[in-house]
């Protein structure tokens, strides 16, 4: 008699969004660690506004921190809202993170020094961002696809994390709301983007052919 090998059994999606997003976390605890054993001269790598050389901040920029309070602070909504990400599908996850990463980057590097003392030249850092990008993602997303359960982790993720959308708005100097700013734009643009799929399926059912009745 055959035998057939038995097929892995696949890791259940919360589990794999779970360990993506703790080890993303891990990442930058380590990179913060080397920076701190370094003299903080990662930190320079940030996104610098309007300069050619601060583009390649664009790619650095949300892996550094100035130091292990603001990494810390940034710990908690991380861990949650990026894992709420990976539950609307790991490639979604990565490509929606890409986008917030890029364009939200960018957009900082061409409104970065709004708001900043004249002759200060600013460098931007910190995984807030891409924070934001995901806050808005998940607030939105279930609008674009209508989908009721993503509809609900929106509303409950607004009610939790709604006030740190005030973070977009000019305050303190040092903090960088421009970031905030961009990274919530970026995040509505990738839900839009990647909710395409749900929204092509919607527009085509509501062109339907309606069906003629014989009798």
Same mark, same amino acid.
């Given at each position: 008699?055959?035998?057939?090998?038995?097929?892995?059994?696949?890791?259940?999606?919360?589990?794999?969004?779970?360990?993506?997003?703790?080890?993303?976390?891990?990442?930058?605890?380590?990179?913060?660690?080397?920076?701190?054993?370094? /003299?903080?001269?990662?930190? *320079?790598? $940030?996104?610098?506004? %309007?300069?050619?050389?601060? +583009? &390649?901040?664009? #790619?650095?920029?949300?892996?550094?921190?100035?130091?292990?309070?603001?990494?810390?602070?940034?710990?908690?909504?991380?861990?949650?809202?990026?894992?709420?990400?990976?539950?609307?599908?790991?490639?979604?996850?990565?490509?929606?993170?890409?986008?917030?990463?890029?364009?939200?980057?960018?957009?900082?590097?061409?409104?970065?020094?709004?708001?900043?003392?004249? /002759?200060?030249?600013?460098? *931007?850092? $910190?995984?807030?961002? %891409?924070?934001?990008?995901? +806050? &808005?993602?998940? #607030?939105?997303?279930?609008?674009?696809?209508?989908?009721?359960?993503?509809?609900?982790?929106?509303?409950?993720?607004?009610?939790?994390?709604?006030?740190?959308?005030?973070?977009?708005?000019?305050?303190?100097?040092?903090?960088?709301?421009?970031?905030?700013?961009?990274?919530?734009?970026?995040?509505?643009?990738?839900?839009?983007?990647?909710?395409?799929?749900?929204?092509?399926?919607?527009?085509?059912?509501?062109?339907?052919?309606?069906?003629?009745?014989?009798?």
């Amino acid at each position: 008699m055959g035998m057939t090998a038995q097929e892995p059994k696949k890791r259940p999606a919360w589990m794999v969004g779970g360990i993506t997003i703790v080890s993303f976390v891990v990442l930058l605890y380590v990179i913060e660690l080397w920076d701190n054993l370094t /003299g903080h001269n990662l930190d *320079h790598n $940030g996104i610098r506004p %309007l300069e050619t050389d601060g +583009l &390649t901040g664009i #790619i650095f920029a949300p892996l550094l921190h100035s130091n292990w309070q603001h990494l810390l602070a940034n710990t908690g909504p991380a861990l949650v809202l990026g894992f709420l990400m990976t539950l609307a599908g790991l490639s979604r996850f990565i490509f929606a993170s890409a986008i917030v990463w890029i364009v939200g980057g960018f957009g900082t590097w061409l409104i970065g020094n709004v708001g900043a003392p004249y /002759g200060v030249e600013t460098n *931007h850092i $910190g995984a807030s961002g %891409l924070i934001f990008g995901w +806050l &808005t993602f998940l #607030i939105v997303f279930g609008f674009f696809t209508r989908k009721a359960w993503e509809i609900v982790v929106g509303v409950i993720v607004l009610f939790v994390y709604g006030s740190i959308l005030l973070g977009v708005l000019p305050g303190t100097f040092g903090v960088s709301w421009q970031g905030h700013l961009c990274g919530a734009i970026a995040g509505v643009i990738a839900a839009y983007v990647l909710s395409g799929p749900e929204r092509k399926a919607r527009e085509s059912r509501k062109r339907g052919v309606q069906p003629y009745l014989t009798s």
